[in-house]
């Protein structure tokens, strides 16, 4: 089934140990809308100024991607400044231009109504509310966010993840949207604010899903969480979007899939550790662009090598 | 076939968010041994003083450890003095007492010489190598280091990672040993060193296990790295000793099995996370001394659950 995604469309511009980018092709919907492509439709619903060519639209519709909902504004695309070094885990901002997206305000085109999957990229929580309310059809909900809405927006926030089937964050945040250090205690207390699920990614060290009574239907528990891998990686050009784009492989699989069985969620893991993994070898979603589902299927039993006691491959 | 462990028999004072211990029994020889004893024999080499009681001795014998090489010096054992706060992934060390650990000079009982399984806790490298050197019937030779010794030793550790089968290390001594910042280029660096197969604590994450042409013999190959999970956990009331036990586990399995291949490497890896996870459980050695192997094999089997794609036990 289809998936509607809301987020950023925009420009990065980026230095890393491996080199330097400038305005490439970016933002949390164009990761997330590329890496699910390769399991199922993708329905964009983002900003762009009039920097944004009919190549950079392209890109996405080369994918298959719809980009009907792509609004183009008078001004310039959101452009975001980064630059990594050492280990490269966290991005140093070296600024950030909101332009057009300053004043996004989501249109669902109606054609894009009747999407079952949704998927609330990192944005302001009034927003992801406001297109959540206007989908009357949808089925499932997974929705990521950040340190600044949970600081400072903290009841938007809150309302939006009762919402959520899937709330997928990293460590800090689930630490920090629960005022607590342990990680298992983090969960259930941010597991009791709303979302059935919730996905915390390790960046390399991998992803943890922690489940709710509520994470399934027809009776169906997982009793535990469930840890899946990241791939040991001996270069890392260009860390941008990995967390898009893992989000982007986890939902694009489990949207392709008839039902959300335990089973179907810890492949879904898997996949979007794979495609996290292909983001990163090179810069902003140039690998998203061109991987094929055969490296797909390959790496994905790649990660089952590296992390399953009775693999028979080596 | 039994293992000999040389290392640290300590007291230790410790202080964590759920309580405070004073004078328990620990040491990296110690959380070693008794991890390990529920997999195979052993033996233990280390030096304590006239503090060291019938009853501290008697917690290893009652687990069936061979205390023949455990020394009573005049003065007072090793004490350590530390506190844990916050996330509890790093030890604040408050005071270590050497007392007759400072002069410690190893000596192998006769009865011990035939040992073929070499343990080398964190222990100076000039005493490492010194015990490696009188051990010639030795078939494989695990040892653990740490900073203090990577930065102010490096020669004397240079020559004992020659001649080590396994090198055990967390994430930072391996980055800091390589110089480098990218976990796979600084693992392939330090396999360069000597060790023939690493293994890399990630604390809370898990561990992963690289491998040379030199890790199996009989022309096995493991062609990627593995990951072992570590199981989340709501209560950590003492992380003290976690890494010994993951080490005791790990070479205590590997020790119980006839032949090292790529699928025994990677079990062991699951039972070093078994054995960890049990010791954070209590203060000290408290667990260790009380887990039951009925216990250690459902854990064994929930580390499959949390990690495995096909787990049917959902």
């Given at each position: 089934m289809a998936i509607l995604v809301v987020g950023s469309v925009a420009f990065d511009s980026i230095e890393t140990p491996h080199g330097k980018v400038d305005h490439c092709l970016g933002g949390a919907a164009t990761h997330f809308s590329l890496a699910a492509s390769y399991f199922t439709d993708v329905r964009v619903i983002a900003v762009v100024g009039k920097d944004f060519s009919a190549e950079n639209e392209a890109v996405m519709t080369r994918r298959?991607?719809?980009?009907?909902?792509?609004e183009r504004a008078d001004g310039l695309s959101f452009h975001w400044t980064g630059a990594y070094s050492g280990n490269m885990d966290e991005a140093k901002t070296l600024?950030?231009?909101?332009?057009?997206?300053?004043?996004f305000e989501p249109k669902i085109p109606e054609a894009y109504k009747d999407t079952e999957y949704l998927f609330l990229a990192n944005i302001d929580p009034v927003l992801q509310a406001r297109v959540r309310s206007q989908m009357?059809?949808?089925?499932m909900v997974c929705g990521d966010t950040m340190n600044y809405w949970i600081a400072d927006h903290r009841a938007n926030l809150e309302k939006v993840m009762r919402e959520l089937n899937v709330l997928l964050i990293n460590d800090g945040e689930v630490r920090m949207l629960a005022g607590e250090k342990n990680l298992v205690v983090a969960a259930e207390k941010v597991l009791a604010m709303g979302p059935k699920t919730l996905v915390v990614k390790h960046g390399e060290y991998g992803a943890t899903a922690f489940f709710s009574?509520?994470?399934?239907?027809?009776?169906?528990?997982?009793r535990h969480p469930f840890r899946a891998p990241a791939l040991p990686l001996a270069e890392v050009v260009d860390p941008t979007g990995a967390g898009d784009s893992f989000a982007g492989g986890f939902y694009g699989y489990l949207a392709s899939q008839p039902e959300l069985t335990p089973a179907v969620f810890r492949k879904a893991m898997f996949y979007g550790g794979v495609m996290g993994s292909f983001a990163?070898?090179?810069?902003?979603?140039e690998r998203l662009q061109n991987v094929t589902r055969e490296e797909i299927d390959a790496r994905f039993k790649l990660f089952q090598e590296i992390s399953h006691l009775d693999y028979t491959g080596a």
């Open positions: 298959g991607i719809d980009t009907r909902g792509l600024g950030t231009d909101l332009n057009v997206f300053a004043n009357p059809k949808v089925k009574e509520r994470s399934f239907g027809g009776g169906l528990k997982a990163v070898e090179r810069f902003g979603t």
